[in-house]
């Protein structure tokens, strides 16, 4: 495997069973020791998973992971149209997207080619679209630059009885996204 220019390149370990599971090797094992009540002082470990929302940096504890025909071509659009950040791509041996990384404010997206033939890949086989919020500041501006790069808009910017302004669109493989100004609290 080789990494996008873009991408940071890892070194991954014979055992790991996945791309995904090579790079988080590291940050599990460090996970584990935190957990670990004898190898700490202080507060309870829960406290060390760094959250969606609130937190100040460091990896998101919740990654939507998706599979595309044409990885490619939804890298494009979740960057152009909808804002993502490229943070690592992944290709494989004949070229295709093993496994790439999207930021979008403090949260990740996880994706790759279908039909690699991984066990993820062969797990999600016959799966259908998935829908995804993502928080964002100006739903009215991320909206028309969706719009601007020529995004299925399924609702428009919409004030909602809860309190937040969202809309709704939809990728070129039938996910849906959902962007919008609620912001669920979690509380550790």
């Known amino acids: 495997m080789r990494a996008s220019l873009t991408g940071r390149c890892n070194r991954f370990s014979p055992r790991a069973l996945s791309v995904a599971g090579a790079r988080l090797g590291e940050r599990v094992q460090t996970g584990l020791r935190a957990m670990d009540p004898a190898s700490q002082d202080g507060p309870p470990a829960h406290r060390e998973v760094i959250g969606m929302t609130g937190n100040t940096g460091g990896s998101p504890s919740i990654c939507p992971t998706l599979r595309y025909a044409d990885a490619r071509a939804a890298i494009r659009q979740l960057t152009e149209a909808f804002g993502f950040t490229e943070l690592a791509v992944y290709e494989g041996e004949d070229g295709s997207v093993a496994h790439a990384e999207l930021a979008q404010g403090n949260g990740a997206v996880m994706l790759g080619s279908k039909g690699s033939g991984s066990r993820f890949d062969e797990a999600m086989k016959g ?11 100006d739903v009215d501006a991320h909206h028309r630059r969706a719009v601007e790069h020529g995004a299925e808009i399924l609702m428009p910017p919409t004030d909602q009885d809860y309190g937040s302004r969202d809309y709704m669109a939809r990728d070129l493989e039938g996910n849906v996204w959902s962007f919008g100004t609620y912001a669920p609290e979690v509380r550790g």
Not at 127 to 135: A, D, R
């Open 127 to 137: 799966g259908g679209p998935t829908g995804v919020y993502v928080v964002v500041a």
